[in-house]
């Protein structure tokens, strides 16, 4: 039975403390960091003899903390993909005679808010794709810049609209 309470005991526990705070600077905020830290804990628990490969296991699990940041990167930035599809199909999707459901038109009017608030930049970007149609090709020709770069540019306007549209969609169901 002894062995059965060591089973069921989490190893990385006695280690928190001390990981949490670098977990916390790994991903940003404190949600993602206890997702975080719960990832490693089942790592750990699916392979206890890990531990036993480390000389400093605390460093041995800052390494494995590493690692599992580096995937949930990698997948939000894969999901950046949805959100690309989900932007731009809320934008091409708008019927604009209010014909759309409560939720919809909630939706859109909160994309369009925040759309308003980014930077300059931004709104060019948006401008170029979405009210002109123009190909990634083209933006690129169009601002000087690489097609990567405006990827990435991309990216983080949708990530910017995404974040205010869930801010702003909270609120209203706060109120």
């Not at 531990?51 to 041995?60: H, Q």
């Not at 950046?80 to 009017?109: F, H, I, N, Y």
Request: hydrophobic share 40%; charged share 25%; proline share 3%.
């Amino acid at each position: 039975m002894a062995g059965y309470a060591s089973v069921m005991t989490n190893p990385v526990l006695e280690y928190r403390a001390r990981l949490f705070p670098y977990l916390l600077h790994l991903v940003g905020n404190a949600h993602e960091a206890e997702d975080l830290f719960q990832d490693l804990s089942v790592a750990v628990l699916e392979n206890p003899s890990m531990l036993t490969r480390a000389g400093d296991v605390f460093a041995y699990l800052r390494g494995v903390a590493r690692h599992l940041a580096s995937g949930r990167r990698r997948l939000q930035a894969r999901t950046g993909e949805s959100l690309r599809r989900w932007t731009e199909w809320a934008w091409e999707a708008d019927p604009g005679d209010d014909s759309a459901d409560e939720d919809r038109r909630r939706q859109v009017a909160a994309l369009h808010h925040c759309r308003e608030g980014l930077q300059p930049t931004a709104q060019k970007l948006l401008t170029l794709r979405y009210d002109q149609g123009l190909d990634l090709k083209a933006i690129s020709d169009t601002l000087g810049s690489s097609e990567g770069a405006v990827k990435m540019m991309f990216l983080r306007v949708r990530q910017a609209l995404a974040k205010c549209i869930r801010a702003r969609l909270a609120g209203e169901a706060g109120a």
